[in-house]
């Protein structure tokens, strides 16, 4: 369980965050087994490589959905994982990869859900004109963005914000909620009702 698998698609600072905290202590016992991304020019694979991590490139691209989740669903067994985080993977997983790992698979998103799910939702909270947005860590199920939620955290958007600054202090709050979000599951002092997590007393 406390092997995890890192997916990610593009800047990676979620999984540096993740990095950063296992190397500070602050995720007991965890380690990262592997770090996958679908796009070989992600900047957090050259980082996972740099960090001398494990890290492969399951290219997605021009290939069957199918297909590729099978290839990425091997790896992740071939080294163990205990408990995968998305960090910015921009793909669906389908149902049968998610029924492989059930409870295993966590999600960062960039708004509270159920708001904004989907692509650029800082951008949409703005454009909607909310007046508190934030990130959300959840469990990922069988549809976009909407598994139990583990852990949110919210951010005030200023008079002052434009996209790109709401965007800046969301992701801030995103580096915190995962390494939380992380020690709940791992700490598995919690139950899961309906959408309801809730920790035991
Ligand atoms: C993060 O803001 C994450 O919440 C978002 O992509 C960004 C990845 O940044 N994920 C989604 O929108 C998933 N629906 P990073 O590569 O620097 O971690």
């Known amino acids: 369980m406390k092997s995890l698998g890192i997916l990610l698609s593009g800047r990676g600072s979620n999984f540096v965050a993740i990095a950063d905290s296992i190397d500070a202590g602050r995720i007991p016992g965890a380690r990262i087994a ?9 900047p957090g694979i050259a980082t996972a490589r740099q960090r001398g991590l494990t890290a492969l490139v399951i290219p997605s691209k021009g290939k069957p959905h199918a297909e590729h989740d099978r290839e990425v669903v091997a790896a992740l067994k071939q080294h163990n994982v205990g408990l995968i985080c998305l960090a910015g993977y921009m793909r669906l997983l389908s149902p049968w990869f998610v029924q492989q790992f059930p409870h295993r698979i966590l999600n960062i998103h960039p708004s509270l859900l159920p708001a904004f799910p989907g692509l650029e939702a800082q951008e949409q909270a703005f454009a909607y004109g909310v007046k508190v947005s934030g990130c959300t ?23 002052s914000d434009d996209e790109h600054t709401l965007a800046a202090r969301i992701l801030e709050q995103e580096h915190i909620a995962y390494t939380e979000a992380i020690n709940v599951v791992l700490g598995g002092n919690f139950a899961v009702a309906g959408r309801r997590l809730q920790k035991k007393k």
Do not use: C, T, Y
């Open 137 to 159: 860590v959840h469990f990922v199920d069988e549809e976009l963005d909407h598994g139990a939620i583990i852990v949110q955290k919210p951010v005030p958007v200023l008079d």
């Open 34 to 42: 592997v770090v996958i991304s679908n796009k070989a020019d992600a």
